[in-house]
């Protein structure tokens, strides 16, 4: 496959995993493409809990379960109607997830290229959670970023450390199939803008 080919099949996913767990070394060599992503300074600020436990994926997607519903509290009658039917997370039945951290202090008090924009670390991580996406698409695998949570309560519950920040739940899982279009799409929530509407010439 292509990465061209793997960007363009990508999808967020929620209801298509079959809940086979992936096999411990195609997870190896989806973390390796992670590791290998491009980081500020050489600093590879990221890290990666792996969590299979299904108590703690059953208390986790409770977590989320409630983060959902005060979300879905907060829209207009008409938008809630168009959100009640998304599916936001598949973290039990991918019987994976990844927690993706960020570390700001990796790499010391002087990180070359950081000192002007300090975003570039978490930026770091953030490419490896795309290196990761599309590894797991090569290797047929699905990944969904579950964002519904309180950042301290992840924290929590996979003993992250002071000072490092969970930026992503990942689930990751075998897939019946990759939808051919976003979810987002597909169930009228927002449409995706086209390329020329994107791109700028000299200025924006």
Same mark, same amino acid.
């Given at each position: 496959?292509?990465?061209?080919?793997?960007?363009?099949?990508?999808?967020?996913?929620?209801?298509?995993? $079959? %809940?086979? &767990? /992936?096999?411990? =070394?195609?997870? !190896?060599?989806?973390?390796?493409?992670?590791? +290998?992503?491009?980081?500020?300074?050489?600093?590879?600020?990221?890290?990666?809990?792996?969590?299979?436990?299904?108590?703690?994926?059953?208390?986790?997607?409770?977590?989320?379960?409630?983060?959902?519903?005060?979300?879905?509290?907060?829209?207009?009658?008409?938008?809630?109607?168009?959100?009640?039917?998304?599916?936001?997370?598949?973290?039990?039945?991918?019987? $994976? %997830?990844? &927690? /993706?951290?960020? =570390?700001?202090? !990796?790499?010391?008090?002087?990180?070359?290229? +950081?000192?002007?924009?300090?975003?570039?670390?978490?930026?770091?991580?953030?490419?490896?959670?795309?290196?990761?996406?599309?590894?797991?698409?090569?290797?047929?695998?699905?990944?969904?970023?579950?964002?519904?949570?309180?950042?301290?309560?992840?924290?929590?519950?996979?003993?992250?450390?002071?000072?490092?920040?969970?930026?992503?739940?990942?689930?990751?899982?075998?897939?019946?199939?990759?939808?051919?279009?976003?979810?987002?799409?597909?169930?009228?929530?927002?449409?995706?803008?086209?390329?020329?509407?994107?791109?700028?010439?000299?200025?924006?």
């Amino acid at each position: 496959m292509s990465v061209y080919d793997a960007i363009r099949i990508r999808r967020d996913v929620r209801a298509e995993y $079959t %809940g086979e &767990v /992936v096999a411990d =070394d195609v997870l !190896r060599r989806i973390l390796d493409a992670a590791h +290998r992503a491009p980081s500020v300074g050489n600093s590879q600020p990221w890290d990666f809990v792996v969590v299979r436990d299904k108590g703690v994926l059953a208390t986790f997607a409770g977590h989320v379960a409630e983060q959902r519903q005060v979300f879905a509290d907060t829209l207009p009658p008409d938008r809630a109607a168009t959100f009640d039917p998304i599916k936001i997370d598949g973290i039990v039945e991918s019987g $994976t %997830g990844i &927690v /993706v951290t960020y =570390d700001h202090a !990796r790499g010391g008090r002087h990180v070359l290229g +950081r000192q002007t924009v300090a975003d570039t670390g978490v930026f770091s991580a953030v490419l490896a959670i795309q290196n990761l996406w599309l590894a797991a698409v090569a290797e047929g695998v699905g990944v969904g970023w579950v964002s519904f949570y309180d950042e301290r309560f992840l924290s929590d519950l996979v003993a992250v450390p002071a000072g490092v920040r969970p930026i992503a739940w990942l689930c990751v899982g075998s897939v019946a199939e990759f939808q051919t279009a976003p979810d987002l799409e597909r169930f009228g929530w927002r449409a995706g803008r086209p390329l020329d509407d994107a791109v700028h010439w000299e200025q924006f």
